[in-house]
């Protein structure tokens, strides 16, 4: 049985930035942008977006549904010495510069750090695509671990990001030593009536995700407070990897597949688990009620941690209170508790 949940709630006094955590914390690196970017990076303006994007690079992962190797977007850790690594899963038709705010943070923390590109999502070279469903995008994923992490790792998945790594988890579980889940979306059982489109709707509608006061509108009920004159900027970000040509492809692919449905797999995670959840999540449901509901239900080992703070579907962006995460709050064998 799951421990008594509680949660804690904590004020907007304590959303300010530590004097201690600076904004900018990298400094101008002297290599520039890789070249497989696509031209509109130029237009972003975010420092942190344009110093991790310096760090991404293309390494060779082979699966068995091409020939040749993926060339597979990723960032990697500056060290590969520790016992442990943190992988970093971004959510839903996005990128590894999510998680801008956030890397260097866990760089600081002397953390071994690798952000990924979920296949079909990012900036991998598709040329050659793959197909895009769930078991690709997880035999990607564990051959990229195979092949470069080798080592177990804490998965972190953000929004549907969670539902990749619960995927994983329960597939691949010698490679994965603990989970955290931030804003999960795992109880959406796939992507529904999209599998009977026929494909010129579908094209349709992908076309749809990309334009511009789409993304704008999304980006407003990502985050609660978007800091002013970022949010055409931040907008820019998410959007950046849908200039890469096979991305409408990738997508649609992945939609018409029938997308990720890991209910039934929640249960069979044994991994030490930690949950963090924005109450004022606008993406998934926000009801005090519906969230211990869904603690309740994903909550499945006695030590999982549950991390309940006033914030929205994104709190990975806002790096101050990931520090409180990294500082306090990865599981550990002797945690028996929830937060």
Known sequence: MPPLLTSMAITHSHCSPSPLLPRARTSVSAGGLPPFLPKE????????????????????????SVKKPIMSSCIK???????????????????CLEWRYTYPLLEEAGVEAWAVDILGWGFSNLETLPPCNVSTKREHLYQLWASYIKKPMVLVGASLGAAVAVDFAVN??????????IGACVYTKGTGNMTKLPKFIAYAGVNILKILPLRLYAM????NNVPEGSLLDWTR????????????????GFMRSGG??????????????????????RI???EFATVI?????VIFCTNAFCFVYIFSHNPHHVDWYYCLFMRNSIPTESDNQVI
Do not use: M
């Open 77 to 95: 850790p500056l060290q590969q010495d520790s016992k442990e690594a943190v992988v970093l899963v971004h959510g839903f038709d996005s990128s």
């Open 260 to 281: 990720y449905n890991v209910v039934d797999l929640i249960k069979q995670v044994k991994q030490k688990t930690l949950i963090i959840w924005g109450e004022d999540d």
């Open 237 to 252: 970000v998410g959007q950046l990897h849908c200039h890469l040509p096979w991305w409408e492809e990738a997508t649609v």
């Open 172 to 181: 691949y579980p010698e490679a994965v030593s603990k989970l955290v889940f």
């Open 293 to 297: 509901s869904y603690f309740s239900a």
């Open 284 to 286: 998934v449901s926000k």
């Open 220 to 223: 407003t009920l990502a985050f």
């Open 41 to 64: 990076v130029d237009r972003i303006k975010d420092r942190q977006v344009i110093e991790l994007a310096k760090r991404i690079e293309r390494v060779p992962v082979k699966i068995d």
